[in-house]
């Protein structure tokens, strides 16, 4: 399985600012995920981030509210701007397994955000 | 997405007993797969199913991938302290992941 990183672990943060939150993967995968969970709720793709296009948005999500970057296969940062309370949530990466089954899927340890 | 109901939503169990959840779905999926979340974690990939009919073990885990491709259920036998935590099934149409909704697990010595 991959190993993942997600930075900031945590972070709290004032409304109507921004937060780019970095996943670093430790083997080259042509596919990233950006999920959020919200408080007690399950996981919710944001968008698919793919090296060298734009990134896919699922619907409800945007891309001025959640601009994703993709540099190259081993990493991927997700900003969430102009943030409010509702933003309030723990963002993950997650990737497919590069050697093995491509439906599975391996999470970072998430970013938990609190916007106040 | 498409929607996969989990149940059920809690489960308060004695050390040594049994487990079992599912999830269903209206649609038909391509992968079943079964996560635990730990507080403050990442979801962690417990078992993978990759074709109708499957029964898979892993440790005290059991889990099935339903015969009409649109249900999986997940059992822990001889339930331990550590199993506490929330429990995802999540469905691969082809696409991405489909989550259900989470089972949390509690676990009384």
């Known amino acids: 399985s991959a190993v993942i990183s997600q930075k900031p672990s945590r972070d709290i943060c004032q409304r109507g600012t921004s937060l780019t939150i970095q996943c670093q993967v430790d083997?080259?995968?042509?596919?990233m995920f950006w999920y959020r969970q919200q408080p007690g709720q399950s996981l919710t793709l944001i968008a698919t981030?793919?090296?060298?296009?734009?990134?896919?948005?699922e619907s409800g999500f945007v891309i001025d509210k959640f601009p994703i970057s993709r540099p190259n296969l081993t990493f991927s940062t997700l900003t969430v701007s102009n943030m409010s309370p509702e933003d309030s949530s723990i963002y993950l990466c997650?990737?497919?397994?590069?050697?093995?089954?491509?439906?599975?899927?391996?999470f970072g340890q998430g970013t938990r955000l609190t916007v106040v | 997405g498409q929607q996969l109901n989990q149940s059920p939503q809690s489960m308060f169990i004695q050390e040594g007993e049994d487990v079992s959840m599912n999830c269903t779905s209206s649609?038909?999926?391509?992968?079943w797969l079964w996560y635990k979340q730990d507080p403050g974690e990442g979801p962690v990939l417990l078992i993978a199913?990759?074709?109708?009919?499957e029964l898979t073990s892993n440790g005290r885990l059991t889990a099935q991938f339903g015969i009409t491709r649109k249900d999986s259920f997940l059992n822990i036998s001889a339930s331990i302290p550590s199993d506490v935590g929330i429990y995802f099934c999540?469905?691969?149409?082809?696409?991405?992941?489909?989550f259900g909704k989470g089972t949390s697990l509690l676990v009384t010595p």
């Open positions: 999540a469905a691969n149409s082809g696409y991405a992941l489909n």
């Open positions: 981030a793919n090296q060298g296009s734009e990134a896919t948005y």
């Open positions: 997650s990737v497919e397994d590069p050697w093995g089954k491509d439906t599975e899927a391996f």
């Open positions: 083997s080259q995968v042509t596919m």
């Open positions: 199913l990759y074709k109708a009919g």
């Open positions: 649609s038909i999926f391509n992968t």
